[in-house]
């Protein structure tokens, strides 16, 4: 499952690490910013809960 985080750079770096707690991040994109360049996009690659990995 792939989640996809948008914000201020503090705000998604924020999420991600709360994300990390909940779910088994497998893959985590560089911070990039968004059109106007002051907000923020990052993907995070998760299982999900119930996969059995």
Known sequence: MEIRLHGTRAEVEQAAA?????????????????RNGSLYRLYLTVLSPTDPR
């Open 18 to 34: 709360r994300l990390r707690l909940v779910f088994n991040v497998i893959h985590r994109s560089r911070p990039r910013k968004d």
